[in-house]
């Protein structure tokens, strides 16, 4: 059984920078796409961005240029720097992947897992 660890939300104020981590375990991660999403409360989940196990990468627009993801294929970890945080930035932060694939999927329903998100709220 897959199971993904998120780490690293926070309180910070506007402007200021966090570090998402995501540890997958359960499984031997040959090939995968690790996406992260948001929601924030009355809203749907959203796509931030998505990270192949080669590195490839993709990102909504309105986080391009602030936040970067990154992964350590032997820690089976992937990471989300946000920097520049915005208040619009704060939500519930989830990682999600998809096994065995390269494409980036932006859409919650082609993951395989979930994690249990963690918290970021961006003061003004």
């Known amino acids: 059984q897959v199971q993904l660890v998120e780490s690293g939300g926070g309180l910070v104020q506007a402007g200021g920078s966090l570090r998402l981590s995501c540890a997958a375990s359960?499984?031997?991660?040959?090939?995968?796409?690790m996406g992260w999403f948001r929601q924030a409360p009355g809203n749907e989940r959203e796509f931030v961005a998505a990270?192949?196990?080669?590195?490839?990468?993709e990102y909504v627009d309105s986080v391009k240029g602030r936040f970067t993801a990154s992964r350590d294929n032997a820690k089976n970890t992937v990471y989300l720097q946000m920097n520049s945080l915005k208040p619009e930035d704060t939500a519930v932060y989830y990682c999600?992947?998809?096994?065995?694939?390269?494409?980036?999927?932006?859409?919650?329903?082609?993951?395989?897992?979930w994690g249990q998100g963690t918290q970021v709220t961006v003061s003004s």
């Open positions: 999600a992947i998809k096994l065995l694939y390269s494409v980036l999927f932006r859409s919650p329903g082609e993951y395989d897992y």
């Open positions: 359960g499984h031997t991660f040959s090939s995968y796409v």
């Open positions: 990270i192949s196990w080669r590195g490839n990468t």
